[in-house]
């Protein structure tokens, strides 16, 4: 069970590596529909991701107890862990070993490197988002993970949306349907949020790769039960999906955080600091292990 939740916490961050670009994004010509000017469509675009841009928290802080379920198909993990979350500055998960509750790894993604930290067995993986050739070509930062997490909009590659940005996204208006849907597209990145038509909340997020030699990876992220977080609303369920056959091996794994009493804590270090006994590892090293089982 320890293994099992050192490999739960380095195989989920390959995944949100493969799946996260930074590349500049286009804007989509607006279509009007019919009886309706094109004017008038575009400003009800605009008004809808102003919405969801706005339901953003104002907290600095977000910290919860979490339960974590890992399912890969032929194995299916539960344990508690916990959620650190700084804005602008980190996003810590820590996992605790059931029943004794001793921390047993934790994954620390900051704005300058990613950390992961082996307690079982006293070892650690340290690295600059561009010192490894597999983070570095699919282009992973550190915003638009930290997006996917707080439950926004972001724009590849930079660090935060502006009001003035809001014109970069599309969207397609679906008065029909309970949801409308947000997104971005260029070269072979597709990035799409649905947004509920009466609140705007984003309820799911999807980031999509996909290149003829180089194959496809997926991440879809879900929200559901929103608590109020100041005078905001926050997902306390989060579901992740993500598929990849861009590795040896198709991948496919599910991890659920029940975020449990939502805080804004912020009497917390927003370091770890690894004690000097730990072995450093190498992340090329882990790679290849991991791809291999």
């Not at 953003?56 to 890969?72: E, G, P, Q, R, Y």
């Not at 340290?126 to 490894?132: E, G, L, R």
């Not at 926004?152 to 029909?176: M, N, Q």
Request: glycine share 4%.
């Amino acid at each position: 069970m320890k293994k099992q939740i050192i490999k739960t916490l380095i195989f989920c961050t390959l995944c949100a590596f493969t799946a996260c670009g930074t590349q500049k994004q286009v804007v989509n010509d607006g279509k009007s529909s019919a009886g309706t000017t094109e004017a008038s469509m575009e400003k009800q675009k605009m008004e809808f991701v102003r919405k969801v841009y706005d339901n953003a928290t104002f907290s600095k802080n977000i910290v919860s107890k979490i339960d974590f379920t890992l399912n890969t198909g032929s194995q299916n993990i539960s344990v508690g862990g916990s959620l650190h979350m700084r804005k602008d500055d980190v996003i810590r998960i820590q996992l605790f070993v059931p029943i004794i509750g001793i921390e047993a790894g934790r994954l620390e993604f900051t704005k300058d490197y990613v950390m992961i930290v082996d307690r079982i067995h006293s070892e650690y993986i340290k690295a600059d988002y561009n010192q490894v050739d597999f983070l570095k070509n699919n282009g992973l930062n550190f915003y638009s993970l930290q997006a996917l997490f707080w439950n926004e909009l972001f724009i590849p590659g930079k660090e935060k949306v502006t009001e003035s940005a809001l014109k970069t996204f599309d969207v397609d208006l679906r008065e029909s349907a309970t949801t409308s849907v947000v997104s971005l597209k260029k070269d072979h990145m597709n990035y799409q949020w649905l947004a509920d038509n009466k609140t705007a909340l984003i309820s799911e997020a999807n980031v999509s790769y996909s290149h003829p030699q180089n194959g496809t990876t997926s991440v879809q992220c879900r929200y559901d039960k929103f608590k109020p977080l100041g005078s905001k609303k926050f997902p306390s369920d989060i579901a992740i999906n993500m598929n990849t056959n861009a590795t040896q091996k198709a991948r496919k794994v599910s991890v659920r955080l029940g975020l449990n009493s939502i805080t804004t804590d912020s009497d917390w270090a927003p370091r770890t600091t690894v004690s000097s006994k730990y072995k450093e590892v190498s992340v090329e090293d882990v790679l290849r292990k991991i791809m291999s089982l």
